[in-house]
């Protein structure tokens, strides 16, 4: 039994898997809105599904993913976006704001209550005074904003989001639009000919010039507005669009030829059987966008489809489970020392590895760049090299310490990445500061390699001063086991962070001219080489024995994590991006706990359960 126990528990977690991975279809007689999430869209630089819009702008406006009315059903994003676009006086009622600052409720002259969410039709009353009280926040830096601006500046973006994207598709109020262009359009021509003709007399109708000045007034308003661009545009030789524009202008672009684009004339069609509850109707317009789609701009469909996929199977949800059962694992082998449990452990932290790595190629894939871009993704690989130089660990130690570590590391760094991602769009068009391939491929790369090895080398010193002052489980073996481990992680976390850091200067002298800066980022990088030589040195030289190995490698957790979030924090610097007011207190105090265990090591041994004072330090 013991020797079928891994496979049993791996073929439940891939049976757990399956089970979340199935995706959604579309009822029959319902509105096909998975087909819908799958069409392409141009918004904020990339191209990206429907499905990804209406998720990102959920995150932003309402902080999640979904909501819940008050009778308890869910919306799905997809849903939301789709009466948003199309029943707008329908996503007015649904409660898609959040607002927990008391001060920003005074505002309205709201009590403060439980009730968190609120409507547009609740707001729509306050909008003016929303977006004075906004815009006055959003002079203020970030690092300097009060809780009650940051709540009134968040607020205000999500309310100008819901705007913007309530007008992309459609105007807000029309019924029949698709009718309504036909006719403006077809006449367009001829009144555009007779308003230039000086012999035009009686010909002109001064009415329906007007009527045709009054569309062409909507469509500027709904291309000034629009944060989508749904028709592509400008065909190039290669069979790729170049150019992709809003709706509102594609309109204004067909008033002089009288004929509607066929994107924007199907984006109409599908908006009015929307609008009018025919999904029949809906479902067969939408069916020929798609097809249109997959013919005309084949690589943007496919993407925009694997994205879909993407998103539905969450691969990174699913890699933060698995990490979690891995660990349970890993303590069971430790209080039965079953080897089947360790065995099983390291399938589940395999396949919880194959999860991860199927994540981040997709989002290079997706991005068409290097697994680095951005703070997000920094915390995706920082996690994945992390659980792979852990199971490294794991093969040659064979005690456990690894796969624990690896499976705390690589849950907490997802955990990370999940509050970054609340932010909106992860696969963002890169900082220009990042924007080249072949040094993301190499500097920014090996930093965050270096990084996650410092963390792992962390790791290995929280595990000992937790085991060794709290338990009597570090033994003498152990103890060694743990600083030969963390010394050659260290080891590893030099390499990468000095040749990470000389690539960066190089980079730097290319793109900025100098070699050096004295950048905070830059300071940071240094700043961990520095320690890591200083540890070895210490280490070689005698100064320090396991436990100054280990109290050394706790500092090296403050240096990295300030490296990789503090500098952001300081919002100076060519590399201060990504500031999040919500970490600074989380980093603070990551980095207090990390001092506060170097005290607690710092205590003599004969204060330690593990040892006695005998043992020397």
């Given at each position: 039994m013991k020797n079928f126990l891994p496979r049993i528990i791996a073929g439940i977690a891939i049976?757990?898997?399956?089970?979340?991975?199935?995706?959604?279809?579309?009822?029959?007689?319902?509105?096909?809105?998975?087909?819908?999430?799958?069409?392409?869209?141009?918004?904020?630089?990339?191209?990206?599904?429907?499905?990804?819009?209406?998720?990102?702008?959920?995150?932003?406006?309402?902080?999640?993913?979904?909501?819940?009315?008050?009778?308890?059903?869910?919306?799905?994003p997809m849903q939301w976006l789709a009466d948003l676009l199309f029943k707008p006086s329908v996503a007015d009622r649904y409660p898609s704001f959040v607002i927990n600052n008391p001060e920003v409720l005074g505002l309205f002259g709201w009590q403060q209550s439980t009730k968190r969410y609120f409507s547009f039709s609740e707001l729509d009353p306050f909008l003016e005074k929303i977006d004075t009280q906004g815009q006055v926040a959003e002079s203020i830096p970030s690092a300097t904003r009060t809780p009650y601006q940051t709540g009134i500046r968040n607020l205000r973006t999500a309310l100008l989001l819901y705007q913007r994207l309530k007008t992309s598709l459609r105007p807000e109020g029309v019924q029949d639009f698709a009718d309504g262009i036909d006719a403006s359009l077809q006449a367009a021509p001829k009144l555009l000919e007779a308003k230039g003709n000086p012999t035009k007399g009686k010909n002109f109708d001064q009415q329906a010039f007007d009527d045709l000045s009054q569309f062409e007034t909507m469509c500027r308003n709904m291309a000034s507005l629009a944060c989508l661009l749904p028709v592509p545009t400008q065909l190039s030789a290669i069979g790729n669009h170049e150019e992709w524009i809003s709706i509102g202008t594609s309109l204004l672009q067909s008033i002089p030829t009288g004929k509607p684009d066929p994107v924007t004339a199907a984006y109409a069609l599908i908006g009015d059987a929307y609008h009018a509850g025919n999904p029949s109707l809906f479902n067969q317009n939408l069916g020929d966008l798609s097809r249109w789609m997959k013919a005309h701009e084949p690589t943007a469909y496919a993407k925009a489809t694997y994205e879909y996929f993407f998103n539905q199977l969450a691969p990174f949800y699913q890699a933060m489970g698995l990490y979690v059962l891995a660990f349970l694992l890993v303590c069971a082998f430790w209080l039965s020392e079953n080897p089947s449990l360790r065995r099983a452990a390291i399938w589940i932290l395999l396949l919880s590895l194959a999860i991860h790595t199927l994540g981040l190629i997709s989002r290079m894939y997706l991005q068409g760049r290097p697994p680095v871009t951005n703070l997000y993704s920094s915390a995706i690989f920082i996690g994945w090299a992390t659980v792979l130089i852990g199971l490294l660990l794991e093969?040659?130690?064979?005690?456990?310490?690894?796969?624990?570590?690896?499976?705390?590391?690589?849950?907490?760094?997802?955990?990370?990445?999940?509050?970054?991602?609340?932010?909106?769009?992860?696969?963002?068009?890169?900082?220009?500061?990042?924007?080249?391939?072949?040094?993301?491929?190499?500097?920014?790369?090996?930093?965050?390699?270096?990084?996650?090895?410092?963390?792992?080398?962390?790791?290995?010193?929280?595990?000992?001063?937790?085991?060794?002052?709290?338990?009597?489980?570090?033994?003498?073996?152990?103890?060694?086991?743990?600083?030969?481990?963390?010394?050659?992680?260290?080891?590893?976390?030099?390499?990468?962070?000095?040749?990470?850091?000389?690539?960066?200067?190089?980079?730097?002298?290319?793109?900025?001219?100098?070699?050096?800066?004295?950048?905070?980022?830059?300071?940071?990088?240094?700043?961990?080489?520095?320690?890591?030589?200083?540890?070895?040195?210490?280490?070689?030289?005698?100064?320090?024995?396991?436990?100054?190995?280990?109290?050394?490698?706790?500092?090296?957790?403050?240096?990295?994590?300030?490296?990789?979030?503090?500098?952001?924090?300081?919002?100076?610097?060519?590399?201060?991006?990504?500031?999040?007011?919500?970490?600074?207190?989380?980093?603070?105090?990551?980095?207090?706990?990390q001092l506060a265990l170097m005290a607690i090591a710092s205590m003599p041994f004969d204060r330690w359960k593990s040892f006695r004072a005998s043992n020397g330090g």
């Open positions: 049976l757990w898997l399956g089970s979340n991975c199935r995706l959604p279809t579309s009822a029959a007689g319902d509105d096909d809105l998975v087909t819908f999430g799958k069409i392409p869209v141009l918004s904020d630089g990339r191209i990206k599904p429907f499905d990804t819009v209406a998720r990102n702008s959920l995150l932003i406006i309402r902080g999640k993913q979904s909501l819940r009315l008050e009778d308890g059903r869910i919306v799905e093969r040659i130690f064979r005690d456990g310490i690894g796969a624990a570590c690896a499976s705390v590391i690589g849950f907490t760094t997802l955990i990370i990445a999940h509050h970054l991602a609340a932010s909106g769009d992860t696969l963002e068009m890169l900082q220009a500061v990042l924007d080249t391939n072949i040094w993301l491929a190499t500097h920014v790369v090996c930093i965050t390699i270096g990084y996650s090895a410092m963390f792992l080398a962390g790791m290995l010193a929280i595990l000992y001063v937790i085991r060794g002052v709290f338990t009597r489980s570090l033994s003498r073996d152990a103890a060694q086991s743990l600083a030969r481990m963390a010394y050659g992680v260290i080891c590893f976390a030099t390499l990468f962070s000095f040749v990470g850091t000389v690539l960066g200067g190089i980079w730097a002298d290319q793109s900025w001219g100098r070699f050096w800066g004295w950048d905070p980022k830059e300071n940071g990088a240094l700043l961990i080489v520095l320690w890591c030589a200083i540890t070895l040195h210490a280490r070689l030289g005698g100064y320090i024995r396991e436990r100054g190995l280990m109290i050394m490698a706790l500092f090296g957790n403050v240096i990295t994590s300030f490296s990789w979030f503090g500098v952001n924090m300081l919002g100076v610097g060519l590399h201060s991006y990504g500031f999040m007011n919500k970490a600074v207190p989380w980093l603070a105090a990551f980095m207090i706990s």
